[in-house]
């Protein structure tokens, strides 16, 4: 099992160090970094290979969000999980226009936690049933979630199961299986339909293909 490197961002000290003890206690996953700040976080990120942060919505000097825009510039391999005491749609929904791969609340479980770490690496986004629900009803209202995709992207039928089986939350490995393709070949497909689409990850794609009723899950 490959080791996940994680950082985590939080303006509170205690809360953090409990994030460390717990996450430290995983079997594969460590905490490579942490901070106070977004804006400190971005600093000591530079030129450090991790693969999830952990980001409090709410922080001094840069707030989550503000570092998550950051991040996609500096750190664009690294998926962004946003931790918040709130379940606003709004706050979640301009949490995952910003590049977010999850949302979590900061009443989760060590279990759900681990889990959610888990899954972003094997499918490129995690949200509990409560949040996907909410993001859903945000998704299909046009006038409360305005994206920047591009105007009418041409997929190809083979993308379009890609993106399909992608929704369903299927891993790179399985659906190279089921449609009896390299795993390398699906990711190539997953990067060309964020290009075309203009998404700015794997959570854009989910987004759009619901958005445009190209799947149904």
Do not use: W
Not at 10 to 35: P, Q, W, Y
């Amino acid at each position: 099992m490959n080791l996940i490197k994680v950082a985590i961002a939080d303006d509170h000290k205690l809360f953090r160090s409990g994030l460390i003890s717990l996450l430290d206690a995983t079997e594969n996953i460590r905490v490579v970094l942490d901070a106070g700040t977004g804006k400190e976080l971005s600093e000591q990120i530079i030129g450090m290979s991790v693969d999830v942060v952990l980001m409090d919505v709410e922080m001094p000097d840069m707030d989550g969000i503000e570092a998550s825009r950051l991040l996609r510039k500096i750190a664009p391999q690294t998926k962004v999980v946003m931790l918040s005491a709130h379940n606003e749609k709004r706050l979640i929904l301009h949490a995952v226009e910003n590049g977010a791969c999850g949302y979590l609340l900061k009443d989760t479980d060590r279990d759900e936690l681990v889990e959610a770490i888990n899954t972003v690496m094997q499918n490129g986004f995690c949200f509990n049933k409560d949040i996907s629900n909410l993001l859903l009803k945000g998704i299909v209202n046009k006038e409360q979630f305005q994206t920047t995709f591009s105007n009418k992207p041409k997929l190809t039928e083979r993308e379009l199961k890609v993106l399909e089986l992608i929704c369903k939350e299927l891993t790179n490995a399985e659906i190279s299986e089921k449609l009896f393709l390299s795993p390398r070949t699906v990711e190539g497909h997953r990067q060309r339909m964020i290009e075309k689409i203009g998404a700015r990850n794997t959570v854009g794609l989910v987004l759009f293909a619901l958005k445009n009723k190209l799947v149904e899950i």
